[in-house]
C-alpha cells in the first residue's frame, strides 16, 4: 500500500487547503438499484466508528459515518465533511469549514438534523472522555483543544506539530443526539447497536440470521449511492462462506481463504481482486501469567513454531513470514530484522535455562507444576486454515514440551475472556492497520486495562520510551530510524510470536462493477459501485 506522502509542514509557512465541496453529480439511472449481500467472519460486536476494534464492524461503520477528511484511490487527503481547513505558521492550529448541505440519518418517525459544528465538538469529547473505552484516544492525545468558532467552523489546537496530522483527522463522526449517555460511549449504549451518521448507507435493521440491512440514503452530500442495499451477513466457517458465494447466495467475499483461490478463480462468474493491507497473524501471550512474564520461555514458543511450513501448508504460501510488530508493507517495517528461526533444540535450551526439566510425560515441570497453557480462539475464526494453524502450533510446542489447551469460544465471550477478563495464557488473533504505524495501543504501559489493546498487559520503560519519541519527532526519517529501534527490541522481546502478513484477496459476481478497495477500510469507495445485472 502506498503510504500518505503529504507533509504539511514542509517548505510552507502557511498551508491553506481549499478543497471546495463541489455539488454531487446525478447518479446515472441506468447503474442505480439492486442488493449486495457480503460474506464476513463472524458478525460485528458493534456498529459505531468508538468503540468498534475489529474489522468486521468497521468495515460497516465506513459505510455509515464519515470523517472531517478522506482518502482517496490515489492515497490523497480530500474533503468529506469539511470542504476546506487552514494550518497555521507554526502548524499548530487547524481550522475546518464545515459543509453546510450534510444532514444526520432520520430516526423513523423524526426529521433529519442538520450536521453542525457541535457534533464535531461532541465526537471528540465523547471519544477521549476517560469512560470511554476506545482505541481511539491514544491516537489523539496530541490534540490540545478544540473550539467551535461558529455553527459551521472548528478549530483544534495541537499540543505539539506532528507529522501528517491531517490525516488524522479522518475520524468518523457521530451525531450529539446519537448516544444515550451525552459524556461518554459504552457497549451498553444503544446507539452502538442502532447507529446514526451521515454516510451514504443508513442502518436499517438486523435479520434473523444476524444480517444487517443497510439501505442507500437518497440525501447522501456526494449524491445517493448507487447500490439501494448493502447486507453484511456473518459466517462462522470459511468453507460454508465460498460454498455461498459459488451457490450465489452472496455476491462478495471480503476476504477469501487461500485455499479457495484456484475454485473461484476457475469460475467466469467471479472476480478475484488483490488489495493491500497493513496486517498480520500473530499468537499474543498474558503477561499476567508468571510462566509467560519469563523472556526466555516467551522465546522458546517462538523458536519452536516452524511458521514457513503453516504458511506454505495451510495458506498456499500467500503471504510473507514477519519478525515484529510492524507489517511488511510499512514504512516503519525493519527490513534488518530476520524472523526468528525454526530451531526447537534451543527452544528447549531456553526453557531448561528458565528452570524447567522434563517431567514423566514429557511434559516440562518447575517446581512441581507442568507447562500448560490455555490458547484461546474465536470460534469465527474458527476455519479449516485456523484449525490446522492452532493444532500444528499445539503440536509444535508439545514437541518442546509445553502442553497447549485449544478453546474454541463464541466471538463476544473470546473478546470479553481476552480484553475485559484478561483470563487466558495465549491467544491468536490478527491486527489490521492504518499506514500511520502507530502501535502505542498495543504496546503503551498506559494502554493496560479493560478493552484496551494492550491485553497482555506488556510493560517495558523502552518501548513506552520510543513510542513517546516516535510520536514527538517532525523529521519523517528519525521516525523512520526510532520504529526499526522499536521494531528490534520488540523483535527480541517477543510480545507475540509473529507470523505472517497474508496476500489479501476479494471475490465478487462480476455483475458488481466499478470495484475499487480501500487498502484497510475497504469500503470508503462503495457509493460508485454498482450492480449491471438487477
Known sequence: ?????????????????ASQAVAAAPRDPAKVGGTLSYGEFGRPATLDPITSNEMTSLRVTELIFNGLVGINERQEIVSELAEKWEVTESGRVYTFNLRRDVTWHPRAGEAAKPFTAEDVLFTYRIMMHPKTI??????????????????????????????????K???????????????????????????????PYIFDSVAADRSIILKANPTYFKGRPNIDQF???????QNIMTEALMLKAIDMIVLVNPRDLTRIQGSSDFILQPYNALSYSFFGYNFRNPVLA???????????????????SFFNGQGTIISGPFAPGSWAYNLDVAPAPFDPQQARELLQEAGYTPGANG????????LSLSLKVPIEKESEAVKRVVLAFSNYLKAIGVDVRVEFKEWQSWKEDVFLEHNFDI??????????????SLFHSAEIGPWKNNFGAYSNPQVDSLIVESKLTLDHEKRRTINRKLHAVLADENPYTFLWTLTNYTAYNRKVRRVAIHPYKFFSFADEWFIADK
Open 231 to 237: 447486507i453484511p451477513r456473518p459466517f462462522a466457517d
Open 294 to 312: 519469563d523472556k526466555r520461555v516467551r522465546k522458546a514458543l517462538t523458536l519452536a513454531v516452524n511458521r514457513q511450513e503453516m504458511l506454505d
Open 427 to 440: 491467544i491468536f488473533a490478527s491486527w489490521v492497520f492504518d499506514d500511520s504505524a502507530d502501535i502505542s
Open 363 to 370: 511434559i516440562m515441570q518447575k517446581d512441581g507444576q507442568s
Open 1 to 17: 500500500m502506498k503510504r500518505i506522502t503529504t507533509h504539511l509542514f514542509a517548505s510552507l509557512l502557511v498551508l491553506v487547503v
Open 134 to 167: 476506545t482505541a481511539l484516544k491514544v491516537r489523539y492525545e496530541f490534540i490540545d483543544k478544540v473550539e467551535k468558532v461558529d455553527d459551521y467552523t472548528l478549530r483544534f489546537t495541537l499540543k505539539r506539530p506532528i507529522l501528517n496530522a491531517l490525516a
Open 169 to 199: 483527522f479522518s475520524f468518523k463522526i457521530i451525531p450529539q443526539h446519537g448516544p444515550r449517555n451525552p459524556n461518554f460511549l459504552t457497549r451498553d449504549d444503544p446507539f452502538v447497536q442502532n447507529p446514526i451518521g451521515t454516510g
